[in-house]
């Protein structure tokens, strides 16, 4: 990924969060007819190792899990709060008419070879966490008790699960930091008038990244 120096974003604990707020991965990997994108939420252990690992599972019926090239990485790209940016926003344009669109946006790219697990116990653990943490906060939670035994049991049995050991992270934050103080404001205060929950996001990190870089 083309990163920028003051785009960079090298902080481990902030690439982790992103991952967690956002864990539906796109997961790209090698097979036969060439590179391959499926759409995956992964648990991220941030304990396992350096940079952590990320565990998922996907149908046993997907050939990613067959197909896959076991010497080659896979890349993970974990998409963060991203908005549009308009040149309107900037102060510098009344006097300074040299000025673009562009976009801002947060993402995590994430490498690793992965490993395949088809352990009945090590597939049950996975699915219950995953359900648990997206459960949390709804007042009719569901469990995954809550479905028959035999049910589960055969829900389990299509599935493969994986990890993938995180060798290598890269974090890039585009949130206008190639801009003076007077616009960064003014992008701020353009995304908040937007409303959206997705704009209002970027708008809370640019503000931040100005406060603290």
């Known amino acids: ?104 946006y947060a993402v995590v790219h994430a490498y690793g070879h992965p490993t395949l697990i088809e352990d009945r116990e090590w597939l049950h653990g996975l699915v219950g966490r995953l359900t648990d943490r997206h459960e949390e906060t709804r007042p009719d939670r569901w469990h995954v008790t809550d479905a028959p035994h035999d049910y589960i049991d055969r829900m389990l049995r299509a599935i493969v699960g994986f990890e993938i050991p995180i060798e290598r992270l890269e974090g890039k934050w585009k949130m206008s930091q190639n801009h003076p103080a007077a616009n960064r404001a003014g992008v701020v205060d353009g995304l908040r008038s937007a409303g ?18």
């Open 1 to 104: 990924m083309y990163i920028p120096q003051h785009f960079a974003e090298t902080r481990l604990e902030v690439l982790h969060a992103l991952i967690r707020a956002h864990s539906l991965a796109t997961i790209v990997t090698t097979g036969p007819a060439g590179l391959v994108a499926n759409h995956v939420p992964l648990e991220l252990d941030p304990e396992s190792g350096p940079n952590g690992m990320l565990r998922g599972h996907v149908a046993r019926a997907n050939p990613v899990w067959r197909e896959h090239a076991a010497d080659q990485p896979v890349l993970v790209i974990f998409q963060g709060p991203q908005a549009y940016v308009s040149p309107a926003w900037y102060p510098s344009k009344r006097t300074d008419r040299r000025a673009v669109p562009t976009w801002n």
């Open 196 to 213: 959206d929950a997705e704009s209002n996001a970027v708008a809370a990190i640019v503000k931040e990244i100005g406060s603290i870089r």
